[in-house]
């Protein structure tokens, strides 16, 4: 059975605190700072009007607190007190003379002393945990937020045992280059590596979240899997440098729209397979990279093949598109892999013919000579029998 204690700290004991390093927020289960300029300032106004803050909870471990629940408000307190933001959209304050303060736009040093004495004093309560596993400290953060709004992936992420892994994996350079920042604080690049496991290793892969949700609970990743998905990366990643690097006035611009068509989300993760079938293939990069230009080479849409574009619209993740565009996929795959095959197959052909007319013509140069030597040593031998000088120099 699980057993919980509780303290309370007022706002500036707090801060100080997470100067310290006393309060940490090191759980890879908390979300990322997420709140905008306008909630932040809701809450710090709800510390100055004294409305009631539910408590955080943490976990404690060698008198150190990593908070489980409650990194958006700590961080809210900490900041506001050192001044990095200023106020936004929230009402007046009653001083204690009646006075009607506005306080948009005023920085915490802005706010006059009783004003700040009330952020300063508010009292705040933490229920923290000892001796926890990550499974319960998981739990424990599953419960609290449950009812809570979460995306999808935050839920994904609360019981997965493999999230540090699956960060490390979802550092590589292919996603720090497609992905914006804000991205990577939604976790995309997580949820992207674990759909990459799932393209790569089931054989009917299915990317909506009631497949996805349990993989990531589930998944322990091996060595062999992590050197799949990074060499996938890596490929990838080349191709796009392949293809962004065109900067000829013909067919720069074309290019960089396919470039971005190749690490958009959906197409991506579609050509994963592909990917890992050209490495197993040993197809060069160069020749990989002529292929995503052919296919991605769509005028008025992302490729020729209306399917294709079709399925990638709504319910892209489902089992059935998915399945569709990998076979579109294959078949043009194939089909390119097989044309290119015939062109060097006819031109080995066209060589050998050019070094079989060569190799007769030198043949019929060292006939002819031969012959040539045999008629001149023929004819020498006769004068000599015959008494008749005929080098040229004798001659002379």
Same mark, same amino acid.
């Given at each position: 059975m699980l057993k919980k204690s509780n303290i309370s700290w007022n706002a500036r004991q707090i801060s100080k605190m997470i100067d310290k390093g006393t309060i940490v927020f090191d759980s890879i289960i908390q979300r990322n700072l997420v709140w905008d300029n306008d909630r932040k300032s809701l809450f710090i106004h709800s510390l100055i009007e004294d409305y009631i803050v539910y408590p955080m909870v943490a976990r404690k471990e060698n008198k150190i607190y990593s908070v489980t629940d409650g990194k958006q408000r700590l961080n809210c307190i900490h900041d506001y007190m050192n001044n990095k933001?200023?106020?936004?959209?929230?009402? #007046?304050?009653?001083?204690?003379?009646? +006075?009607?303060?506005?306080?948009?736009?005023?920085?915490?040093? /802005?706010?006059?002393? #009783?004003?700040? /004495?009330?952020?300063?004093?508010?009292?705040?309560?933490? +229920? +923290?945990?000892?001796?926890?596993? /990550? /499974?319960? #400290?998981?739990?424990?953060?599953?419960?609290?937020?449950?009812?809570?709004?979460?995306?999808?992936?935050?839920?994904?992420?609360?019981?997965c045992k493999v999230l540090e892994t699956i960060n490390k994996i979802g550092q590589h350079e292919l996603f720090t280059t497609s992905l914006t920042e804000k991205a990577f604080e939604k976790y995309t690049h997580e949820d992207l590596v674990i759909k990459s496991y799932i393209m790569l290793t089931s054989d009917s892969p299915c990317l909506d979240t009631k497949v996805v949700r349990p993989t990531m609970e589930a998944v322990e990743f091996t060595d062999d899997d992590i050197k799949l998905l990074n060499s996938v990366y890596d490929r990838i990643l080349n191709t796009y440098k392949a293809i962004i690097a065109d900067d000829s006035v013909e067919t720069g611009k074309i290019s960089k729209r396919i470039a971005k068509r190749l690490i958009t989300r959906t197409h991506m993760l579609s050509i994963m397979p592909i990917v890992k079938k050209s490495l197993e293939d040993n197809i060069s990069d160069e020749v990989f990279t002529n292929w995503v230009k052919n296919f991605f080479s769509g005028t008025k849409s992302v490729t020729k093949y209306n399917e294709y574009n079709t399925r990638c619209a709504s319910g892209s993740g489902h089992a059935e598109n998915v399945k569709v565009r990998l076979n579109i996929i294959k078949k043009d795959y194939d089909k390119f892999m097989k044309k290119l095959q015939k062109e060097t197959e006819d031109n080995v052909d066209v060589v050998d013919d050019v070094d079989v007319e060569e190799n007769l013509a030198v043949v019929t140069d060292i006939v002819t000579d031969e012959n040539k030597e045999t008629d001149t040593t023929d004819t020498a031998e006769t004068d000599i029998e015959t008494g008749t000088e005929t080098d040229s120099v004798t001659a002379a």
């Open positions: 933001f200023a106020l936004t959209n929230v009402p #007046e304050v009653t001083l204690d003379d009646g +006075y009607d303060l506005v306080i948009n736009g005023m920085f915490y040093s /802005d706010l006059p002393e #009783e004003v700040q /004495d009330a952020i300063n004093s508010f009292m705040l309560t933490i +229920y +923290y945990y000892e001796d926890i596993s /990550d /499974d319960q #400290e998981a739990e424990i953060f599953f419960r609290i937020n449950n009812g809570v709004k979460l995306t999808n992936i935050e839920v994904s992420r609360i019981k």
